[in-house]
């Protein structure tokens, strides 16, 4: 099984930065997706960035050029630049990873991690 370690989650300003950071505790992919999720109450959990082995990326349309998903291959771990944060984008954060080019059931989950967005 694969653990994933979320961390960087917290509360910060509109307009404001934070980066999270998700660390796998073993590669057992040669072509997998990694990214985030995220999720608010009464809501459906919805993506927010996935990178996939080839760099490819995905964004939610509300984050693109807001949101910068990365990769650290030799640390097994994804990252999440989120800049000019907005109330909206207040939710539980939880980091995916599994095997092909896009999420799918199978896939690792981490905990989730609480982003807050608020003046």
């Known amino acids: 099984q694969v653990q994933l370690v979320e961390s960087g989650g917290g509360l910060v300003q509109p307009g404001g930065s934070l980066k999270l950071s998700c660390a796998a505790s073993k590669s057992i992919f040669s072509i997998f997706h990694m990214g985030w999720f995220r999720q608010v109450p009464g809501k459906e959990r919805e993506l927010v960035a996935i990178?996939?082995?080839?760099?490819?990326?995905n964004y939610k349309d509300s984050v693109q050029g807001r949101f910068i998903i990365s990769r650290d291959a030799a640390k097994n771990t994804v990252y999440l630049q989120m800049n000019r944060l907005k109330p909206e984008d207040t939710a539980v954060y939880y980091c995916?990873?599994?095997?092909?080019?896009?999420?799918?059931?199978?896939?690792?989950w981490g905990q989730g991690i609480q982003v807050t967005v608020s003046s």
């Open positions: 990178i996939s082995n080839g760099a490819m990326t």
């Open positions: 995916t990873y599994g095997s092909g080019r896009s999420p799918r059931q199978g896939d690792y």
